[in-house]
């Protein structure tokens, strides 16, 4: 079941948010699910929150990017990506997204210059709550209405942030309010609207002084109409999360801070409405359940006594991994029946750096149904 659930993932979804706690491997199990679903014959980006360096050399992402970067064929065609595939990485910057909003929704060049210059703008991501979150749900909303690509995979921070994130659409309302907005910018026809917004502006000259009151008056006028599009998109952006071409995928390694976190998210994402679809359990050792135990039989009659020492010593390591990999897959199990509605998956611990671009391989083909990845 957990690789035909995969398998449906990146086949019929056309975005796939990955969640989960920090230090899971969320961006790695991203980028090897964009991988597994390119190597299927799909057109895939996969956007990054802050992939490590090695795994950013591996798909080539920088974090000045104003775009996607598309894989190289030569380096797809060594992961066995067919011609009909494609594979692109993006670090997410919500400065860039809102910045090139703002271009394309100003009525002219002069003004969207004052805007992108005003010091209010230049700080808003981090001044107003909400604000980045709602610009990095606009761009994957203006990925998917571009129709460039078949399926996004979405790698978000760790699963509180990304609930800020998900439900940035509703949390912004306050801030969309235009009863707020009108504080801030004087109504001409209005008597007793510009000696409401005289005693405002008075307030403000006493509190952040002229200059500083002119500027965020400024960024007011000149955001009006990106603040009116970004509320006219408010209900189809809910709509998009709750529709049926996006799901969500939950990423834990076996420590009990990790899974709690999980727990947390899913508690979360079922009151908002969300769809998880599956469970990743990272870094686990479930697919070794099966390896023989080094038994004293393989060692030959007439191993040294040294030898016979090394055996003893590494004897009780190899029971101590059977141990954890018969816990690991009794998880798992458990698992399934907290996640009845979804799949769960158990993805191996590798030996080799999971940045390298021969881990992102393996773990794509565990995606893909290999044994590892069965449960």
């Excluded at 940035?168 to 235009?178: E, Y």
């Amino acid at each position: 079941m957990a690789a035909t659930g995969v398998q449906e993932l990146i086949a019929d979804k056309r975005v796939v948010v990955v969640c989960g706690a920090g230090g899971v491997g969320k961006t790695t199990t991203s980028a090897s699910l964009a991988l597994a679903a390119a190597r299927s014959g799909r057109r895939v980006l996969v956007i990054t929150i802050d992939p490590s360096k090695r795994l950013a050399q591996t798909l080539d992402v920088s974090p000045n990017a104003t775009e996607p970067t598309e894989i190289d064929r030569e380096r797809l065609d060594v992961m066995a990506v067919p011609a009909s595939g494609s594979l692109s990485a993006w670090m997410l910057d919500p400065q860039a997204v809102s910045d090139s909003m703002v271009r394309r929704l100003t009525p002219d060049v002069a003004s969207a210059e004052r805007l992108l210059e005003n010091r209010v703008y230049r700080n808003i991501t981090s001044m107003i709550a909400g604000m980045q979150e709602y610009m990095a749900v606009e761009a994957l909303h203006e990925f998917v209405r571009s129709d460039r690509y078949d399926l996004i995979v979405l790698d978000t921070p760790p699963s509180r942030d990304a609930l800020r994130f998900l439900d940035a659409p509703s949390r912004s309302t306050a801030f969309l309010d235009r009863r707020v907005l009108g504080l801030f910018i004087p109504d001409a026809e209005s008597r007793l609207r510009r000696a409401a917004a005289g005693l405002f502006e008075g307030l403000l000259d006493l509190a952040f002084g002229k200059r500083a009151r002119a500027e965020i008056q400024q960024f007011f006028v000149l955001f009006e109409q990106i603040l009116a599009y970004l509320g006219s998109s408010h209900e189809e952006m809910q709509s998009f999360f709750g529709g049926p071409g996006i799901a969500f995928l939950l990423v834990s390694s076996p420590a009990a801070e990790s899974l709690a976190e999980a727990d947390y998210f899913a508690a979360k994402a079922h009151e908002l409405s969300l769809p998880v679809s599956g469970f990743v359990l990272n870094r686990s050792l479930a697919g070794t359940v099966e390896d023989p135990m080094p038994t004293a039989d393989l060692l030959p009659a007439d191993a040294s006594a040294d030898l016979r020492a090394a055996w003893a010593v590494l004897q009780p390591m190899a029971q101590a991994e059977a141990s954890l990999a018969s816990e690991h897959v009794a998880l798992a199990r458990t698992l399934g029946k907290r996640f009845p509605q979804g799949f769960v998956i158990a993805l191996p611990d590798l030996p080799t750096a999971a940045s390298e671009l021969r881990a992102l391989l393996a773990l794509a083909e565990s995606l893909e149904g290999s044994p590892e990845g069965s449960l």
